[in-house]
Structures are given as C-alpha cells and as structure tokens.
C-alpha cells in the first residue's frame, strides 16, 4: 500500500502543525462542530473521554509524522481501544440523557478517522504551500482520482480549473466530503498557454440550497452549488463540507 508521503509528495511539516494546534473538543454526533469549527478542533463522535480522544489523536499524529498506512494506524489503535471499552456495538447514554444502541469503534470508522483526519492535514498543508506561490502559479486545477470508487459529483469536477481566488474555493477546495481523495494542482501561465487550457469564472454558477443534515434531529442546513454552465448540472460537496478547511488559518 502506498504510504501518504509517497502519495501527496509532500513534506508533512505544515500538516502536522496544522494538525498538532487543533483543540480536543467532545461531540456526540458528527454534525456538533460544524464545518470552519473543525479548523482548529479534532474531535471523534461518541468519543466522550479525554484519554480516548487522545490515544486516537496520538496515533493519527504518529501516522501523519511517519507516513504509517491505514493498515498499520488500526493495528497500534485497535487493541487499545479495546481494552478501555470503546469498541463495537454498545447500550450508551447520549448527551440528552437518552439511552441507546451505538456503534462506537470499528474497522469502519477508523478507516473513516484515519482518512479525514490525515487528508484535511495534507491539504491545509498544500494549500498552504499553493498560497505562497501564487504569484507564479495562480490557477488551480480540481483533479479527482477518477477510479470506480469516485463519486460522480468528484468526477464532475475533475480537470476544472478557476484562478486561487475564485469564489469556487471557498467550498470546493479538497477534501470535499467524507474519504474524499480530491486534491488540487497548481498551474502557470506558461502551463495554461502550453496546454492550451482555459480557466473558468464561478460567477452566477454558485448558490446555496438547504440540505438535510441528520435524520435524527431533522436539521437542514446550507450547502454550496455549483451550476455547471455548459451542461447545467449541479454538482454540492458533502452536507458539512461547503467550506475551505485551510482558508483563514493563520500562523499554522
């Protein structure tokens, strides 16, 4: 399996500040700490410890600084998970005093853990990286993976491309959704000339529409749009991913 340093070919000192200034903060549903708030906080649904939010964290952050793969993240995690009870399905009583069955941890949600966590770390990275060098590369290039497990809203996008300071960035800058493999790709104009490639302007192309956030609580909340102009199809990032995870952080 690919390691992520292999993959991002990136060195991961910038995400693994990002990633070491965020603020442990308990949630019991995904949908508590809403969009921009994950910026500087890491948070595990249902995970109402402190000691294992932070065996979790600890072994992200040891999987982000040596490149460890998913394999061998859930191997070092699993049993101590395990052992201190947090594993499987489970009888819990939620925050409003409910009691229910719950599914606390699995190979499931570790996959899911371990590719949030490390691929919003990598991409505060590059877009960081990106931001700085602007001034000779200022288009940016959507590129999805474009293999049988990419969504057709991904795949949508693939090969997009829009000026850094498009509006489409703000929501649509990877990663766009939960295991979203998305990444951006910088280009300069010699690129763009030589390609013969056009950028595109998101004006009059993006707007907003109320999507269903949980069943549970019935809550709708906002979400990004965008219009593809030639074809009119509508493409929106996950419920809760309408945003930049690296826009507006400062001094990570």
């Known amino acids: 399996m690919i390691k992520l340093k292999s993959l991002f070919k990136l060195p991961p000192a910038l995400a693994i500040k990002y990633f070491k200034n965020k603020n442990n903060k308990f949630s019991w549903d995904w949908y508590e700490l809403w969009q921009d708030a994950h910026k500087k906080s890491f948070t595990v649904a249902k995970v109402m410890r402190e000691d294992v939010l932070n ?10 600084s040596e490149g460890k793969t ?4 859930a191997k070092e995690l699993k049993p101590t998970l395990q052992k201190k009870g947090w594993w499987g399905e489970q009888f819990v009583v939620d ?4 009691a229910g069955k719950v599914q606390l941890g699995s190979m499931y949600r570790l996959k ?3 590719s949030v ?3 919003t770390a990598y991409q505060t990275g590059r877009y960081k990286t990106q931001m700085d060098n602007v001034d000779n590369r200022p288009y940016w290039q959507y590129i999805a993976v474009m293999d049988a497990s990419t969504r057709p809203e991904h795949a949508m996008l693939n090969g997009l491309i829009f000026r850094y300071d498009d509006p489409f960035w703000k929501s649509f800058y990877p990663p766009n959704g939960w295991r979203c493999r998305c990444r951006v790709q910088t280009l300069s104009d010699y690129a763009m000339n030589k390609q013969n490639l056009t950028a595109y302007d998101s004006e009059g192309s993006l707007s907003q529409e109320m999507a269903l956030v949980s069943k549970k609580s019935g809550e709708y909340k906002p979400v990004t749009v965008y ?3 030639l074809t009119g199809k509508r493409v929106t990032p996950d419920v809760g991913w309408s945003h930049n995870p690296a826009s507006g952080l400062v001094g990570y």
């Not at 065996?55 to 982000?64: E, F, T, V, W």
């Open 117 to 119: 966590n490390m691929q």
């Open 70 to 73: 998913f394999r061998e993240f």
């Open 55 to 64: 065996d979790i964290r600890s072994s992200l952050d040891k999987a982000l």
């Open 227 to 229: 219009t593809d102009p």
């Open 95 to 98: 925050t409003d005093g409910v």
């Open 112 to 114: 899911t853990i371990y």
